[in-house]
């Protein structure tokens, strides 16, 4: 029996107890969708009646659908536009070799990481309401933005945080050797490098922005996507099955957009990382030095 560095090869047994495993689950997984199917038909959710409003006329989509999806994506995008930067310099003010930078960052990301997001917009709608002259339409997008922000600039600062420390040492030591200074070899040589290895997290964290706003529908009456679901399924006939479904294919997709552009962000940074280190030969470095060039 040949085996790899990881596991050892199966055998003829554990080979044919896996295929009856995997036929097993084919088809428990396909009584299952069968059993979903015939409920939902039983109960008049596959009726095409209550899939019409979204495939045979734009109203639902012009009076529902498309004013909550642009409430979220401006909810989202205004979150994502001062959390990147905030926990950005939350995060590095947390390496400071200066206690009374660090230790005020450090409480202040503990605090708000450790307090639920959805209490963080519920003290952000009292707050506008009580403290300022924002409008009673306008709170509620204030408030779902504050208690995004403050929750998830906490979060990305840790990210951060944690992206560049797990560099070598040697890299910042490298570039104290030279004679940079700590904010130049934070600038220059740390963060650059930690971009790439902190993208999947901090694309994670983008996304759970996305989903997030859906609680400021849920409990601050702010009209986003997922909002609209109560409205548009009363006015169609109770077809709650359906208004969800294109809902949250609607999110699926928006999340699959910002997770397939970070992938191929992450992929173009990788090779332009690759394409600075090319090497000179014997040749090209004496034809650089015959020409004066420096190498």
Not at 77 to 84: G, K
Not at 168 to 180: S, T
């Amino acid at each position: 029996m040949s085996s790899s560095v990881l596991y050892d090869a199966q055998g003829p047994r554990a080979k044919r107890r896996n295929v009856v495993y995997s036929i097993v689950f084919v088809l428990a997984l396909a009584a299952l969708l069968w059993w979903v199917y015939q409920g939902l038909s039983d109960k008049g959710q596959l009726d095409w009646e209550k899939w019409k409003p979204f495939f045979a006329g734009s109203e639902a989509w012009t009076t529902y659908i498309l004013p909550g999806l642009k409430n979220t994506l401006i909810a989202a995008a205004l979150s994502m536009v001062i959390a990147l930067p905030l926990g950005a310099v939350f995060g590095i003010a947390r390496l400071s070799d200066h206690a009374w930078i660090r230790v005020p960052a450090a409480v202040i990301v503990e605090f708000f990481r450790a307090i639920p997001v959805l209490m963080l917009m519920i003290f952000g709608l009292a707050l506008f309401a009580q403290y300022t002259n924002v409008g009673s339409d306008d709170r509620p997008l204030y408030a779902v933005v504050t208690g995004l922000v403050l929750y998830n600039a906490s979060v990305l600062a840790e990210i951060v945080r944690a992206g560049i420390l797990s560099l070598p040492k040697g890299q910042a030591e490298a570039g104290q050797a030279i004679g940079l200074r700590k904010t130049q070899v934070m600038t220059s040589i740390l963060l650059p490098q930690a971009v790439t290895a902190m993208l999947p997290a901090i694309v994670s964290q983008l996304v759970v922005i996305v989903k997030d706003t859906a609680l400021g529908g849920a409990i601050l009456t702010f009209p986003e996507l997922l909002a609209s679901v109560s409205p548009m399924s009363s006015y169609y006939g109770a077809n709650t099955i359906a208004s969800f479904t294109i809902v949250a294919v609607i999110y699926i997709l928006l999340n699959f957009s910002l997770t397939s552009f970070a992938s191929w962000l992450e992929r173009r940074l990788r090779r332009a990382k690759k394409s600075t280190g090319a090497v000179l030969g014997p040749t090209a470095v004496a034809d650089a030095e015959s020409t004066g060039a420096t190498v």
